[in-house]
């Protein structure tokens, strides 16, 4: 029966990470099979117990061996997952397996194995490992809180310090809580007993409840000041002002992956938008901006979050496990070049993270690595994140324009590190953007640091491509000293890093009079 638990809600896991992400974390029917791996441990132990006998005190030399490789397995398990799991890990799908199996053998092991013995019997350790349970139900909402109040990923000394917090109330919950109960559990009348779980039930019911009314009412909008709830209702209102069409069933005769913004008229000719998932932000407002002047033409857009658009470049999570992004790709280049429709391309992404160590920026994803590219053609076998966009940008080029298109970079647009609304009034300031008269703005040269690399490998090769035409949002957006993500009280970005509707409406309007 737990076998058959176990596989069940396995495969349910597994079928969930790809159709529903959330819902395969938060969901106990994905998540049982953990506590059912912790039920055979039970049942073994108990079975063993009851078939104690003299063969296995002959074999106890062997077993305590055993026991010392199986805790040292089950330690090296459960670092290995807090080494190789991340944001980017698709999880828990497989990747649950690597702490799971790894407590799994560790407990396993028994007291008496070495790892146990020695590391974990150490007083440190069991006190933590008493408090632990509180601490798990502390740690996440103090994360998250401090993660609101800052807009993105707070800074390692606040994270160090909410852990600290944390650590403190569960102790204090262990200590006035967990432990006044228990005692009250085993040492009191049966009466006193009925009397304290139906306390507790009734300090649940409040609990659901009141995260219910939370749940239902969408908080309490009403306990902001007045200003920050314009500020958020000028957000919303900003990506809703030029608010694209739906994306609309593309021809049989083109690429699965591709989605269409059919022309107003008659086509006469596509674009494609291949890109990643700053390909997807510019490509409704380019569409409404195309369609002002040439109602004709029909935008393509091929986007993959977090992959390199460029042709022959492969791309990596942080563990080196491959995104699958090429062969996706591959297939609308292909097409793209066969396809005499297909006039135009413009290459969309965040360039700023496929050169050097390709890591976030800002507040919000600032201390995250995206992984590495390398370009595979031909045999040709490129690595290094600078070298492979040198590569793969010069190879995209010259196969698109050898085949007649009409090639359009467009560069990457200021990342500002702040999710939009939390640059408005906060009631407590913990970021040097939240505070003073110059609100949602971003220095220059912070912009310019950060696209400098691969802004220079880019001008590189646009040497040997005279005709290349570029979309800059540099000037869009920015003045010499300052770069902005609002147009008076309009805001063009719908996170730290991608244009909303408008944002690209505005951005392409600069350029499409030209273009078509």
């Not at 002959?58 to 089950?74: A, E, H, P, Y």
């Not at 799971?100 to 092991?109: E, K, N, P, Y």
Request: with cysteine.
């Amino acid at each position: 029966l737990i076998i058959f638990l176990i596989i069940l809600s396995f495969y349910i896991n597994i079928n969930f990470i790809t159709v529903n992400p959330d819902a395969s974390f938060f969901s106990p029917l994905s998540r049982f099979f953990e506590f059912m791996l912790g039920a055979i441990i039970a049942e073994r132990g108990q079975n063993l117990t009851k078939s104690k006998s003299t063969a296995f005190q002959v074999n106890s030399v062997n077993k305590v061996r055993t026991n010392d490789i199986l805790s040292i397995l089950g330690a090296f398990g459960i670092i290995s997952g807090l080494a190789l799991i991340d944001s980017q890990s698709i999880f828990p799908g497989f990747w649950v397996l690597v702490p799971t199996v790894g407590t799994v053998l560790l407990i396993h092991a028994g007291p008496s194995a070495w790892i146990n013995h020695n590391i974990l019997s150490l007083q440190p350790l069991v006190s933590l490992g008493l408090i632990s349970y509180p601490l798990y139900l502390w740690h996440l909402p103090i994360l998250t809180f401090a993660r609101i109040i800052v807009g993105g990923v707070p800074s390692r000394e606040l994270r160090f310090l909410c852990i600290c917090i944390a650590v403190g109330l569960a102790w204090a919950t262990f200590r006035f809580v967990e432990i006044p109960i228990q005692r009250r559990a085993y040492h009191q009348t049966f009466k006193a007993q009925r009397t304290t779980m139906l306390s507790l039930i009734a300090g649940l019911v409040a609990v659901s409840l009141f995260g219910s009314v939370l749940f239902w009412r969408e908080g309490f909008p009403e306990r902001l000041p007045a200003f920050t709830n314009a500020e958020l209702t000028a957000f919303e209102a900003s990506d809703e002002s030029k608010r694209g069409p739906l994306f609309s069933l593309c021809d049989a005769t083109l690429p699965n992956s591709v989605r269409c913004l059919l022309s107003k008229v008659p086509e006469t000719e596509k674009l494609l938008v291949i890109g990643d998932s700053h390909g997807d932000a510019l490509a409704s407002g380019l569409y409404l901006a195309i369609q002002e002047v040439s109602p004709s033409v029909s935008v393509v857009i091929q986007s993959e979050g977090g992959c390199s658009p460029l042709r022959g470049v492969e791309s990596r999570n942080q563990v080196g496990v491959s995104r699958n992004c090429l062969s996706k790709y591959e297939s609308v280049y292909q097409w793209a070049i066969a396809d005499k429709s297909v006039r135009t391309v413009i290459l969309v992404s965040r360039w700023a993270e496929r050169v050097g160590t390709a890591v976030g920026f800002g507040s919000v994803d600032g201390n995250l690595s995206s992984g590495g590219y390398s370009f595979i053609v031909g045999g040709k076998l490129v690595e290094n994140n600078s070298d492979t966009f040198a590569v793969g940008l010069r190879y995209t080029i010259r196969s698109l324009m050898d085949s007649g298109k009409r090639v359009i970079f467009a560069h990457q647009v200021p990342e500002f590190g702040f999710y939009p609304p939390f640059c408005g009034v906060r009631p407590i300031p913990l970021n040097s953007w939240q505070i003073g008269e110059e609100r949602c703005v971003i220095d220059r040269k912070h912009v310019d640091k950060r696209q400098k690399e691969y802004r220079k490998i880019f001008d590189f090769v646009k040497f040997d491509f005279p005709e290349l035409v570029i979309m800059d949002p540099i000037p869009v957006f920015c003045t010499e000293t300052q770069c902005r993500l609002k147009k008076d009280s309009m805001y063009l970005y719908s996170d730290d890093d991608h244009l909303n509707k408008l944002g690209a409406y505005y951005f392409s309007k600069k350029y499409v009079k030209d273009l078509f």
